[in-house]
């Protein structure tokens, strides 16, 4: 029988997963809820974060550390990602939409082949004082592991949001994807601001990667896994919306902890999908959307 103390129990640590949800999310949610582009590698580039997280921790760095190191590159790398979509697709105009969205899952796959051949298909874990250990309060446990991508999502939540509210560049991509002409007449170039936006999508993406592989072990087929998970979040929040983001997030680690201890672990891949699937027939603009 469920109980209540079960139930209790399970929302603790939905509330620790679901901040994971979250923080693997952000970088999408800038991407494809503020700029609109069908950005389906991103769980591809946030597996490749984890595998160059995997890389520089054994050089006996941080994980946390090496995901804030990769940052900038990352953040160039979105950069030159976008540029290509953009000459290649969205400058045309013709059925951008279609051909980005192929353009963008052959990237996921060009991503993974590329991590098989290099790592193979055996799992990677890193290394660090926190992880496998746990925080003990009465008589539950929390992992530090999920306390730390606990932090991580609170602070990369509360920093884009800030940004997005606060600076020029930031109103600005908040902006793009509502009237590019408008935006213009503000000074601001649109695709530059696209640019910067995505770089700041893939740069979220490193981080995210290193929580990814400091919660569990990474194989280069888990891509597949979070492509549900991150698009019912950003659904789920509204496109766009940082803080709404994280709640989503919550809702989905809840939904899915209660599920997995009730149902089996079996079910719990499904919950994201029936969320999904429900908001999107109940309120299609998502909880927070505009």
Not at 227 to 236: D, E, H, K, W
Request: charged fraction near 10%; include cysteine.
């Amino acid at each position: 029988m469920f109980s209540i103390d079960l139930l209790f129990e399970a929302t603790l640590f939905g509330i620790l997963l679901g901040c994971f949800y979250a923080a693997v999310s952000l970088g999408l949610s800038v991407a494809f809820g503020l700029l609109d582009v069908p950005y389906v590698a991103h769980p591809a580039l946030l597996v490749f974060g984890s595998y160059c997280t995997y890389m520089l921790s054994g050089l006996g760095i941080d994980p946390i550390v090496c995901g804030v190191l990769l940052m900038p590159p990352f953040f160039l790398l979105g950069m030159l990602i976008y540029r290509f979509y953009y000459e290649t697709f969205e400058k045309r105009g013709t059925d951008a939409g279609i051909r980005g969205l192929a353009f963008f899952f052959g990237l996921a796959f060009i991503i993974e082949v590329c991590l098989i051949l290099v790592f193979g298909v055996d799992q990677r874990t890193v290394r660090a004082s926190y992880i496998g250990n746990s925080l003990e309060i009465l008589d539950y446990r929390f992992p530090y592991r999920m306390l730390v991508a606990f932090g991580v999502a609170v602070v990369l939540t509360f920093a884009l949001t800030q940004y997005f509210s606060k600076t020029f560049n930031g109103r600005a991509i908040k902006a793009v994807g509502q009237d590019e002409g408008a935006l213009r007449l503000m000074g601001a170039n649109p695709v530059k601001i696209k640019q910067l936006a995505f770089g700041i999508a893939t740069a979220v993406n490193a981080l995210s990667g290193a929580m990814l592989i400091i919660v569990g072990p990474v194989e280069p087929a888990m891509d597949r896994i979070y492509i549900g998970r991150t698009f019912c979040v950003v659904v789920l929040a509204g496109l766009g919306s940082m803080s709404g983001t994280l709640v989503a997030g919550l809702l989905l680690g809840v939904a899915e902890s209660i599920v997995l201890m009730t149902l089996g672990a079996s079910w719990a891949p499904a919950v994201s999908f029936g969320l999904l699937l429900l908001i999107l027939g109940l309120k299609p603009q998502g909880l927070f959307g505009r």
